[in-house]
């Protein structure tokens, strides 16, 4: 599947050439490594539109162009963004499912959802949240993230979630924080990874990955998608 790439407000299907360049983005990264502290993504809205302009030609856009012809138009609501899930927190004494597959099969209806929603690929959705939670909805990180996305506090209010630990809401947050460094970084999706582990701030200081851990996670985050492009992680669920 093609990345999503936009360029200038447009959005468009590119192959995702940046990722072939990937060795040399570690190489790059590591060598601009920051000791600055880590900044949050700034957030922001991912409207998109479909448009018509006047010599015909059709484009998906977040920035419409004054007097183009809006042929569609997904809003991007926080409120609507992450929808509100059964209200049930997964209970901590509640049983595990044995198996990654078996325990991403109780997502597949929001991470499709949510990919659809923010035209991201469900591989990169679910690679993220293998990486993030194992599929563990009741994850809390030791800096604070939470739920499937991990998501900090803040970046969860921005995002529109107001329970972390509702799958649901948190997979809509992650994907559309991911939507929103996609429309920032131009498609790069290693800029991309890289602002939703590191914080876009962190990526804009250094032009690149900037923090070693951040290339690991880049790294175990790609491994991951390519993967899943291949074979769904829900695929051998029972």
Known sequence: MPWVC?????????PI??????????????????????????????????????????????TPRRGARILHHVRDDPREAAPRGSGERPSRRAARPATPSARAARFTV???????????PEALVWAVMKVESGFDPRVVSDKGAQGLMQLMPNTATDMGVSDAFDPAQNIYGGARFLRILANRFDGDLVLVLSG????GGAVDRV??????????????????????????????AP
Do not use: C, W
Not at 6 to 14: E, P, S
Not at 110 to 120: F, K, Q
Not at 196 to 199: D, L, S
């Open 6 to 14: 936009a360029k200038k407000g447009v959005v468009t299907r590119a």
């Open 196 to 199: 939703y582990h590191a914080g």
């Open 17 to 62: 050439t940046a990722l072939l360049m990937f060795g040399a983005a570690l190489l790059f990264g590591a060598a601009l490594l920051a000791a600055a502290a880590l900044l949050a993504a700034t957030p922001a809205r991912a409207d998109l539109y479909t448009v018509q302009d006047a010599n015909g030609e059709i484009t998906i856009t977040s």
């Open 207 to 236: 032009g690149g990955i900037p923090y070693q851990q951040t290339a690991e996670y880049v790294r175990r985050v790609l491994n991951a998608y390519y993967a899943y492009q291949r074979q769904s992680p829900v695929a051998d």
């Open 110 to 120: 929001d991470v499709r959802a949510a990919a659809r929603h923010y035209s991201l």
